[in-house]
């Protein structure tokens, strides 16, 4: 399969995110809303309205916000709980192990505007750490969609699953890559480009970067493949060792901190199955300079040219 | 400082942080017309600090928690000459100091970074008690928002600080009764928040957040109740100073359009005559 990037209109997943709930929501009665003020932010405007009573707004106060979201669950309901990613995530982490993960809540938690989508709003508005955080936690599935597609199918997954999932949702436009109808897969990379050189790893807003750089590689005669892993948590190991065996040569890149992300779970993976040079593109642990989510991903060497010249230096490495 | 000046100053400071916002197309305008007369009142009158010597180890501190109005802090901050006039014009533009919310990394005069909601408090209880343990006679001031009281956190500091008998700490709630999405009393009412807050330890006063009069006289020192924390309600108007945006939800970050912003600014002006003539 010879995946590029359908057009150049880009799109806002919450739309997507929210179109789909809402779908859901009129099949299902059990599914809830859950959200923090953030009914603009999360798009819950026409959710609110259609079921006013099935939309629970805590106010300003995420702790609540997830303690909630799991009471619901154990009193039957479907919650999805809503919030900006850096908030959900960062000042509700106990509340995500204790109430949610472990105690086996089926909570849907939906991290908006994840990464560096909030852009001049600085570091405290970034959610770089959440793959992190929450891939450390046992019984919580992360899923970071790539284009609107893969968010409307994963957002219907998630609701047939049974169990925690983290669900993190840009708000950056991304242009289509999978075609209607495409199904998620829990746990599974989807090759979106075969290439026999290096492999280039990405999910979220960072796969249409990767296949553009796939192309740019291309007409530099080299093959690179490209994997979408949207499942960061349980990792598809098959796809990833195949991918180290057949490229000899892998370039992970996420709008995340290279510490402990996307490029961490692949590299644990490949050290202990495949062992490969590799090359982790993504915040390069520090704090990030004022600027928008497009400069500042350009700023981490992720345009298409930054990540092609990336896999240019890995190739050298390569034995 | 007499109160004309302070008020001519907050004329000031609206109208730039209107420019800025506009400029740069992102802001949380409406939380910031609200904070401006009390940004004023503390930087202008209140508080002892010194832009030659922003880390002076007794200095009064002030934590604005609603970070989103980071905006104001920095016209204040540049009114005041802790940071160059000119460099307003760099807000939000890549690499510049003057994020979208505050970081005492890079701006002087700002102590704590915020910007999630409900940080400042803990923080502030923190600052008077070190102040407490060496016998500084420097003052801590927190301005939050009303709907930031929703956050745990603040609740937890209040207890702390009446526990602990912070009379040198003095929290200013920012009460414009919306928050971001709808109003305070609808989303998850604080009412009745003096009373709550007296119920806690803390003594309160209420005062027009708008009139500089009673800013100054409630922010003043020697109206400390000894042992006590104190919490001023300050009751506000979110976009207060421009008519169509004032106690508006709609204005919590919308950006002015030129049509817009030039009436906001005529506005802006016709205030400005109107102090100078009542001088
Ligand atoms: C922990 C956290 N949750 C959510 C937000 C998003 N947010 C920014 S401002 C705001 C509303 C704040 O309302 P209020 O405290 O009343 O401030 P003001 O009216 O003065 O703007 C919200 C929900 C945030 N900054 N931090
Ligand atoms: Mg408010």
């Not at chain 1, 750490?129 to 284009?147: S, Y």
């Amino acid at each position: 399969m010879e995946l590029s990037v359908r057009s150049t209109e880009l799109h806002d997943c919450r739309d997507a995110f929210t179109e789909t709930l809402m779908a859901i929501a009129s099949e299902n009665p059990d599914v809830i809303a859950v959200c923090n003020d953030s009914v603009g932010s999360s798009k819950l405007g026409a959710f609110r309205e259609r079921w006013p009573e099935r939309l629970v707004n805590v106010g300003i106060a995420e702790q609540n916000l997830v303690g909630v979201g799991a009471g619901l669950a154990n009193g039957g309901k479907l919650p999805f709980v809503c919030a900006a990613a850096c908030f959900l995530t960062g000042r509700a982490l106990e509340q995500i192990k204790a109430d949610v993960a472990y105690s086996d809540a089926n909570v849907k938690l939906c991290g908006i505007s994840s990464g560096v989508a909030y852009g001049e709003l600085g570091p405290t508005h970034h959610s770089a750490e959440d793959f992190a955080w929450i891939r450390a936690i046992p019984n919580i599935a992360v899923v970071a969609p790539a284009d609107r597609i893969e968010t409307s199918a994963a957002t219907e997954w998630s609701a047939s699953f049974e169990g925690p999932v983290f669900l993190r949702i840009s708000r950056v436009g991304v242009p289509d890559l999978f075609s209607e109808g495409h199904t998620f897969e829990l746990g599974k990379a989807d090759m979106l480009r075969d290439g026999s050189d290096l492999t280039i790893i990405a999910n979220g807003t960072l796969t249409h970067r990767a296949i553009s750089a796939a192309e740019l590689l291309a007409r530099r005669g080299v093959s690179a493949r490209v994997l979408n892993l949207a499942t960061v948590r349980p990792i598809d190991e098959d796809r990833i060792i195949a991918a180290a065996l057949d490229t000899g040569a892998i370039v992970t890149c996420e709008e995340h901190t290279i510490f402990g992300g996307l490029g961490s779970a692949v590299a644990e993976v490949v050290v202990d199955h495949a062992p490969v040079p590799m090359k982790r593109l993504g915040i390069p642990g520090s704090f990030a300079p004022t600027g928008s989510a497009s400069f500042l991903l350009d700023e981490f060497g992720m345009s298409p040219a930054g990540i092609a010249q990336s896999a240019m230096e890995l190739l050298a490495r390569k034995a | 400082m007499n109160v004309t000046e302070l008020r001519k100053i907050a004329n000031r400071i609206r109208r730039r942080d209107l420019r800025a916002v506009f400029e740069a197309g992102a802001g949380h305008i409406g939380g910031e017309m609200s904070v401006i007369d009390i940004l004023t009142a503390l930087y202008f009158h209140v508080l002892n600090v010194d832009p030659a010597a922003p880390l002076a180890p007794n200095r009064d501190r002030l934590v604005l928690s609603k970070g989103h109005t980071a905006c104001a802090l920095y016209v204040t901050l540049a009114e005041r000459g802790f940071i160059p006039q000119e460099e307003i014009s760099t807000f939000l533009k890549p690499r510049s100091r003057l994020n979208g919310h505050p970081n005492c990394t890079k701006v002087p005069g700002v102590e704590t970074n915020t910007g999630p909601l409900g940080h400042g408090l803990p923080v502030g209880v923190g600052m008077a008690v070190a102040a407490g343990l060496s016998r500084a006679s420097w003052r801590t001031f927190v301005i939050t928002g009303d709907g930031e009281l929703q956050e745990g956190s603040n609740w937890e500091a209040i207890m702390a600080a009446a526990q602990f008998k912070l009379d040198s700490l003095t929290l200013v709630v920012d009460h414009n009764r919306l928050q971001q999405g709808a109003r305070v009393a609808d989303t998850n009412n604080l009412a009745p928040l003096a009373v709550k807050l007296e119920s806690f330890g803390w003594a309160v006063e209420e005062i027009d957040g708008h009139d500089m009069e009673q800013i100054c006289k409630a922010l003043s020192p020697g109206v400390a109740t000894t042992g006590k924390p104190k919490c001023v309600i300050a009751h506000t108007n979110k976009g207060h100073g421009i008519s169509f945006m004032s106690d508006d939800v709609a204005w919590h970050h919308k950006v002015p359009s030129r049509e817009q912003y030039e009436r906001a600014m005529v506005e802006l002006e016709v205030a400005r005559a109107e102090i100078e003539e009542a001088a």
